[in-house]
């Protein structure tokens, strides 16, 4: 059956789209490019947002990988070439990249978790009525929209502080010795700050998919005689399944390019103690102008986000068959 000029286009779904000029035909044998641009003509409305998410989001990141395969060092411009896989195999044998990988996957594993049994615990808190449970509610959420700079210092001169910190002054009045904690345990004290800020935001999450649970279920379980955790483990745990993934996955995207803290509190010290990916991307623009090899960190720290999402998901996966 042949189209001709001012014939439709029928898909499955059922849509008829008009056919204006054989060009459509050329289109439609085109692999990949030729039914996105289809869908482009077809969706007239929909296509200006969508082509400036791709250039705004998608273009940088090609242009990342462009120069990943590039030596070029701003300060020996004369050096600046097409260098294949060299960067990526001279960042995998800098041991300082390595400790750094190291730092990113313990600061995401472990301020993703705790981050999500904190929101966790903040949504029960808040989800049964009580008297100021509004007031209660924005207290809670009032860490995640500090600043993150400003959280930052507030932790290192007000709560980890060696001399006025008010974990030292609990610890000095139940007769313990005060503790350079961003000193002596840098990775503990940052995730301790990032479960801070990002447990309000799992909690606004999973705070939304406990409102969306029928209490008829809870009712139904108590009737039966479900205890409270009974009722929490299966039906409540069950129920924010979802919720869990997502608070999961945003917050491993957030927490795995996480600079703010780690610049103002620790400087990636005591020596590369706290240094993560970022930082160390961003000491090798500033301090080293080595565009080439931080543009390869850049695309591996792509990679291993996607890695540690899937590998996240995959466990809560499978501690939630657990429960089911």
Known sequence: MTTSVGAEARRKDGWVAPVSSPWVRVLQRLPYA?????????????????????VVTQAPFVLTVWYSFHRWNLQRPETAGFNWLGNYVDIFRDGRFLNAVGVSL???????????????????LVHD?????????????????????????????????????????ILQSLGGQPVDWLGVQPVPSIIAVLVWRWGPFMMIILLAG???????????????????WAEFRYV?????????????????????NEFDVIFMATQGGPGTASTNVPFLIYQNVFYGFDVGRSAAMAVVVVAMTIIVVTLLLKVLGRLMTEVD
């Open 106 to 124: 313990t600061l995401t594993v472990g301020a993703v978790l705790l981050s999500l049994l904190v929101g966790l615990l903040y949504a029960q």
């Open 210 to 228: 406990l409102q969306a649970l029928n209490d008829d279920l809870r009712e139904a379980a108590r009737v039966d005689g479900a205890g409270s």
């Open 129 to 169: 009525r009580f008297p100021g449970r509004g007031i209660v509610r924005t207290l809670f959420i009032t860490p995640f929209l500090v600043m993150p700079v400003i959280g930052a210092l507030a932790w290192k001169y007000t709560v980890l502080s060696p001399i006025f910190g008010v974990v030292n002054w």
């Open 236 to 256: 409540v745990i069950p129920h924010l399944k979802g919720y869990m993934q997502l608070c999961v996955l945003l917050g491993s995207i957030f927490i795995v």
């Open 34 to 54: 030729g039914p996105f641009v289809l869908w482009l003509v077809r969706n007239p409305f929909i296509a200006p947002a969508l082509l400036y998410v791709i």
